[in-house]
């Protein structure tokens, strides 16, 4: 779907509940990413998750961060 300055974003399918849902992936480049990327990455998962659904702004499924000690990629999955 697209490209920034710190990793892509493409289209996926998850299922839940037994349905499938469009969902748009963002990645974090490979490589170690800086403290400031990894800072600003985990503030915009907390506000997304705090925010929760809203009407003009992307719901936040979920967020992989198991590898997150590690400074490892980020993966969230966006309803769209």
């Known amino acids: 779907m697209g490209a920034g300055e710190f990793g892509m974003v493409s ?6 509940n037994r349905t499938a849902i469009n969902v748009a992936i963002k ?11 990894l800072s600003g990455i985990l ?3 907390k ?7 809203h009407d003009n702004i992307v719901e936040l499924l979920g967020a ?9 990629i980020i ?5 769209f």
Do not use: C, D, H, Q
Not at 27 to 36: F, Y
């Open 27 to 37: 990645t974090m480049r490979l490589g170690k990413p800086s403290s400031s990327v």
């Open 11 to 16: 289209r996926g399918t998850i299922v839940k």
């Open 75 to 79: 993966t969230n999955y966006f309803n």
């Open 47 to 53: 506000v997304l998750a705090y925010l929760g659904k």
């Open 64 to 72: 992989n961060t198991e590898n997150l000690k590690k400074g490892k």
């Open 43 to 45: 503030s915009e998962i």
